[in-house]
Structures are given as C-alpha cells and as structure tokens.
C-alpha cells in the first residue's frame, strides 16, 4: 500500500471515528435533557394556577445489565379553592434522578403557587396551606405550646398531605424562617421527623413496612451504602379524588 492509501485509508478511518462519537455526543445530550415525569406532570398542569406534586412512593429493580428506578407522584391541585387529589401510575425514572430525592419520600418536589412554580423540596402541606389562615388557625395548648389545626371546610388536608398530627408551630417555623427563603430541604431539623427516614412517616405507616419485602429495603440499603434505612408507602386518602388520574 503506497503512502496516499495509507492517508486515504486514515482519513476514511477519522471520519468513521467523528461520525461514531457526534452520534453518541447527540445521545448522551438528548438523555440528558430529557423531561423527567415532574417535568411531564407539570407541563400537562400547565393552566392550574396552585399545585403540589409530592413523592408518593418509590422502587427499584435489579437486572443482569441494568436496574429499573421508579417513582409514583401524588399531585394535589387548587382551582378557584376547590381541591382535588390523584395518584399517578409508576413511572421510571434515571438513576440520578432517583438517588436525588432518595430521602424525599412524601415530601412535596414540587409545586406552583399563584402561577409561580418552585422546584424545591419541603414537608408537604407546608408551602401553602400550613401557616395560611385561610385554611386554617394556630391552637394553643396549656403548656404554650401552639399546634396547627385546620378549618372544618379544610380538615381532610392533614391526610390528603399526609401530615403529623398535629403539626406543630415549631416545625413550620424552623421550615419558613430557616429553609424556605434558601430553598433548602427541610426534614425536621435534626429530629428527621420528614421525608424518607422520618419518624412520622414511620410511624404512620407500620402497616406498610411490615409487609414491604425485606429484599427491596436490602437493596436500598446497598444502593446509598447507609447503615439502615425505612422505606414507608402511603395509604391512599384523599379530599376529593379525581378521575382518570394524571400521566396515566
């Protein structure tokens, strides 16, 4: 083979190479900005004006080649102070995206208020309804100390958001004057009363967690290396139910 072959045949083999790699830059990049479900869910509640979508439960898969990562999403919706609730089918989910809100079950991931939707994680409930007296007032004990406590209108939403009962003022506190303007994560502060290691959701829900296998908690605890961990699913309850249900 004389030398132009040889650079011919170099050639021919760099444009290969060029070809193999943009192919797989386009792929990886079309993965990358793919919607998640929350995106999804939130573009098809693009003309609600006050959502919440909260982690309802959560899964995953082992495979010879690859695992399956699934979330399930409870979406809570306002219009015109008329409540409604559903619960989505499972839906997969990129690893990433799982191992991001892995301590976020029953929390609230996101939400839309007045037409401003924030993207950041709280105890669900707390954003919009815990606090506001239009939906309900602080009580006081005895002891001084004050709890939340729902009008009779709106006393459905402890269990629509699945909330510790009662909630007490120094949580939200903790929550709206330490986390909420930071866009932080609130779980309880240190006491890990939120979320998927809280003790309230826990506790509410011993029914589930005695029944989950024990494979599924294994496996967890292998995928974030944690020396324990609870996994809790929720009942489902709701205020008012829709129909047909979202991203089904």
Known sequence: MNKSSKDLLWIVIGVILLFVLANRCSKMKRERYKKTPVEELMVSLHEVPNYSIMLYDMDFEEGLTSNVFKHRYQVVTNINDSIETDVTDWKEVTESFFEKHEKDLGMEIASKKDGKIKREVAPAGFREYVGNERYGHWQQRSDGSRFWEFYGKYAMLSSVFHMMSPTPYSHWYDYDRHYRSYGRPYYGGGSHSYGSYG???????????????????????????????????????????????FGK
């Open 199 to 245: 003790n309230t959701q826990r506790n509410r829900n011993r029914s589930w967690n005695s029944t989950k296998s024990s494979g599924f908690k294994n496996r967890v605890q292998r995928r974030v290396s944690r020396s324990s961990r609870s996994s809790s699913r929720y009942n489902s309850s709701s205020f008012r139910s829709r129909g047909g249900g």
